[in-house]
């Protein structure tokens, strides 16, 4: 019962000592030992988790908890530093890697009690959008084992293909969204360069927020492309989001790039009037290859608004489609600079190569990152050759421009929000996903969450319904830069109205019947 | 082992330092070109910042700290960490740029200059290469005509930009065990590079005018400007031309740790060209090494080949935003803005207005002037004694010049280390002005306040009983004395005076003693 609800109302129980921070984490503890088969962990901080769970009860005890976090069970991105736990971003290369410091954002999470379960699996530094490229194997995606999602895909014969019909998570942040969406944690943090957050959040069935560029500190997180990452919030309902921002937005001295003004957290309000909105539908994220189910989805999402009396008008935003082409440039010179740290003298992995310090950078980052990665320096090395840098990186930054643009003439014509679907179909299962390389996947799954990255914009991903597999949708909204409080009233109104289906997960019901409780399933459509 | 950066032995001796200007004359018959080559040099300087931190963290910049004892995360380039950029740093930048003339960029960025060396550990250094921080300066510097000091002209060469950039770290290559040893301690500490125009043409215009800077980062106090410690690091670029045709290939000379070296460099480096090239030869644009030892430039092995940097911007640096009394923000909190009319407002004199008023506040030579401004110090010195004594300043100078410099340079001592202090000095000119002493008595009694024994001159001229004999019948009896010798001989007065000046070890007043002589001798 607990854990099929916002942490809020954990909250309040754990004030009420219905139930203590140590029980609490032992639950979540043991939920993803049996869940470990969804391999959304790398690292499980049984330990320090129950320390933590322990010093959190004693506070209960006192009647002094340090706000709504206290006690509360989370979970990390494993590309976050976390002091004192492996910090690997699923690569060779930081394998046994031990942080001296917390990222700012887990520190701000651990000031205010909340208990760190572990690290959560990813593609090998966040560069995928499958999570199933990182050195510790492919997350599982919950969904996978549902009882939704096996009623409506009876498997094929043989219990060998059963094996082969669970489906990806999406990504990068596939962990994260996992372990929200299979209980073992109330939040997750993310990261978000190009959709790794709303993606798995769409594909997992929870809610993914990317915040907008400079709200949250990024000082901590190993990064991708740093002028478009930024820490995703992974929940089970808007109004958790909305705590969790409010207790990690604000500026931050160790990242120059956070805002300066002082952030004021707010709470979402219970009665929300769409009337006076104006929703916009942009006209080019009608992708080639969305499925018709999504289409119909976000089309009927859009009904929503328009017979609650919110004004529903489809707008453009040119230059969208050239948004991929775009990223995969900035991404990759930004990747090929951030990557040249790594050469095995400070820290992480060292190849045993000593003939000269230049092949033991070779052999180090040979051994150390996966094709991947390696692909991406090597085009962003070649994008920044002087030869190069005006026709590649110099343009990618004005159509960048050009695309940030788009939003603000959109936004400067009086639409408050954007509504969009997050991705193009439902989740893939594993065996087909791997059969395309991670390029032509990462561009295609990206293709409608990037845009919001390019402009620093705020976006969010609300599950929406189920597929006719059985599998979650979700559907994405993009609110005007640091208009975070509007876009999440909208995004819970949203929520509201489409009661989407709690999943049901045989592991959880075995696990503890006693208290968990299934809410209908009840899809608005 | 092998440091970068660190001094090396001035063991050589410094050649000649004529200035290799294209010679004149013998047209027509010297064979073309060793005439008419025009050598063209260009600088550019690394001036580390004085600073408690460094460029982007707070790690302190200490000289000289035990290897890896100054490193931050960021400096180490832990995942995840990120550049704060540190405000000292812009100020001395600004400081710096107002003091050399510059236009300040009210808008500059920051850039990732990409390459792997094991002292590099994010394996880019962040400087400004797009927009640097101050652009299109000027330096003013004065240099003697054949090395005479009566005869300066003032040159003056462009600053094309000055760019605020992180240093490296230290490589320590132990070749026996083919080992390097990394020191982090210098990477991230703030340095101005400042790039000038080539226009200089010889060693000397070179090492005139990074001593003029040197002595406008240390008034400015945004550096110490100390070559030996690395603080000032200077590369030459050095080409030959003939008149009217296109610059000559340039080489990059680097490794020139003191300020002799960077003449003795570039003047090799300049002759090293015009001579390869009379040869039948070409210049490689390479970059070379200068070797104190032998006195000569040799090509850097490890620098070879075109490196290409990959510039980027930083991306995690917002431009950095300058401010003027007419731009700065109502509501921005002071501490965090750079108010460059605030900073120019507070510049101290520069050395070239300091030497300028004491030419005119005090009637010295201008080249006494550039004297008292080289010793950090000196001029300060100087004008307390003034302030101290009713000496006349010009007289002043002379046993600021003569005898206390020379003493200071013999014993290798800084003006602030001077056994003698101002106060003493101006003590001990006192006594010779109100003539109780005589200068060669004052000259004894300055022997003794070298020893810093905390005895005051006028103790040390009782003791010695140096004191001007100013009792007429004693100096009577005197020459009395000396007249036995010599008597009757008018022609011999002068000869007389050095007697009795012998005879009483310099302490006679030598007016009284004239008259006294002439007196006898007139007898």
Redesign the interface.
Known sequence: MLRSMGFRLVSAALKEGRVTPTELCQRCLSLIKSTSFLNAYVTVAEETALKQAEESEKRYRRGQPLGVLDGIPIAVKDN??TAGIE?T?ASNM?KGYI???N?TVVQKLLDQGAVLLGKTNLDEFAMGSGSTDGIFGPVRNPWSYSRQYKEKTPPKSSSENEESDWVITGGSSGGSAAAVSSFTCFVALGSDTGGSTRNPAAHCGVVGLKPTYGLIS??????L???MDVPGILTRCVDDAAVVLGSLAGHD?????TI?DTFKPFELPNLIDVRKLCIGIPKEYHAPGLSSEILALWSKAADLFKDAGAKVIEVSLPHTRYSIVCYHVLCT??V??N?????G???GHRADM?KS??SM?AATRREGFNDVVRGRILSG?YF???QN?ENY?IKAQKVRRLIANDFVKVFGSGVDILLTPTTLSDAVPYMEFIKEDNRTRSAQDDILTQAANMAGLPAISIPTALSKRGLPVGLQFIGHSFQEKQLLTVAKWFEKQVKFPMIQLEEVKRHDCSVFQHQKSVSFL | FCTRGSSAPEGAKQGSRACARPATGHRGTAPRGLASWVPVVGLEIHVQISSNSKLFSGSQVQFAAPPNSLVS?FD??????????NRRCVEAAVMTGLALNCSINKKSLFD?K?Y?Y?DL????QITQQRVPIAVNGSLSYSLCIDNKMSQMVTKTVRIKQIQLEQDSGKSLHDDAR?Q?L?DLNRAGVGLMEVVTEPDMCCGEEAAAAVRELQLILQTLGSSQAIMAEGQLRVDANVSVHHPGEPYGVRTEVKNINSVRFLAKAVDYEIQRQIEELENGGTILNETRSFDSKLGCTIPMRDKEGKQ?Y???PE????PLILYDAKSLPVNMNHQ?VVNIDWIRERLPDLPSVKRAKLVELYGILPEHSFTLLNEDGLAEYFENVIKQTQMKPKKVIGWILNDLLSYLKQHALTVKDSPVSSFLLADLLNLLERREISSSAAKQVLEELWKGEGKTPLKIVKEKKLELIQDQKELEQICQSVMAIKVGNQKVLNKLIGLVQRATRGRSNPVLVKQILEKKLSE
């Open positions: 976050f530093n910090t971003c930081l942080s001296p410091y990222a990024r000082h901590g997180l190993i990064p492309v740093n002028s001295p160790k990242d120059a790039t300066q010179a930004e090929a600079s990557m040249a740290r790594f050469d003298l400070e820290y000593n310090t230049e950078y090395n920044l050759l002087k840098y990186f | 995360f180490a380039s832990l995942p995840g960490t990120l550049p704060v950029l990732r990409h792997f094991a550990p994010a394996g880019y083919s390097t990394v290409d990959r510039f980027m991306p995690n640096l917002p965090q």
